[in-house]
């Protein structure tokens, strides 16, 4: 065999070794998918259910991220259905009379850092009050139909996928 041919077929050899690299199937961005939402027998505040998964297991935040980019790790929007189109109304902003000024509202909250030594894949269901209620907030009388969309960020800083809750009917 030729000197040529050799070294062809020795570089053919490193190129299939080395070159070609499978990919993890595991997706780094945590992934979330709605289960349910429903407002609390008071009307006050929003609870809703949804399964996550995070391939290398970073969810959650300390007591000691509390600012930047880990001030919040679950990011909520609120919609209001008016004349039949959803329309975005957070954050929310309503005038404090008391305080003679605008108060802001942001519906981002935090999810409690999640132990996970062995950085394995994490899933399970989350269940989030949404506490300060829209509803309360509202200056234009109460809505009758509202929904959520909510997003989920992990310590590396990656972003899930979106969800909506379905519509839920005001009381």
Same mark, same amino acid.
């Given at each position: 065999?030729?000197?040529?041919?050799?070294?062809?077929?020795?570089?053919?050899?490193?190129?299939?070794?080395?070159?070609?690299?499978?990919?993890?199937?595991?997706?780094?961005?945590?992934?979330?998918?709605?289960?349910?939402?429903?407002?609390?027998?008071?009307?006050?505040?929003?609870?809703?259910?949804?399964?996550?998964?995070?391939?290398?297991?970073?969810?959650?935040?300390?007591? &000691?991220?509390?600012? !930047? #980019?880990? *001030?919040?790790? /679950?990011?909520?929007?609120?919609?209001?259905?008016? =004349?039949?189109?959803?329309?975005?109304?957070?954050?929310?902003?309503?005038?404090?009379?008391?305080?003679?000024?605008?108060?802001?509202?942001?519906?981002?909250?935090?999810?409690?850092?999640?132990?996970?030594?062995?950085? &394995?894949?994490?899933? !399970? #269901?989350? *269940?989030?009050? /949404?506490?300060?209620?829209?509803?309360?907030?509202? =200056?234009?009388?109460?809505?009758?139909?509202?929904?959520?969309?909510?997003?989920?960020?992990?310590?590396?800083?990656?972003?899930?996928?979106?969800?909506?809750?379905?519509?839920?009917?005001?009381?």
């Amino acid at each position: 065999m030729q000197l040529g041919v050799k070294i062809a077929i020795i570089l053919f050899s490193f190129v299939l070794l080395f070159g070609c690299k499978k990919k993890d199937p595991t997706p780094v961005a945590p992934t979330i998918t709605f289960s349910e939402a429903f407002l609390s027998a008071t009307n006050d505040y929003s609870i809703v259910r949804f399964e996550f998964y995070d391939g290398d297991g970073d969810l959650g935040l300390t007591q &000691d991220e509390n600012t !930047g #980019e880990y *001030e919040y790790n /679950l990011f909520v929007d609120y919609y209001e259905k008016i =004349n039949g189109v959803w329309v975005l109304k957070s954050p929310l902003i309503r005038y404090d009379n008391d305080e003679q000024k605008y108060d802001t509202t942001y519906l981002d909250t935090r999810i409690p850092f999640i132990e996970n030594e062995s950085k &394995d894949a994490l899933e !399970g #269901e989350m *269940e989030v009050d /949404l506490i300060m209620h829209p509803l309360l907030y509202n =200056n234009n009388g109460s809505p009758d139909t509202i929904k959520y969309e909510l997003v989920l960020k992990d310590r590396a800083l990656h972003y899930s996928n979106k969800i909506s809750t379905t519509e839920l009917i005001v009381y």
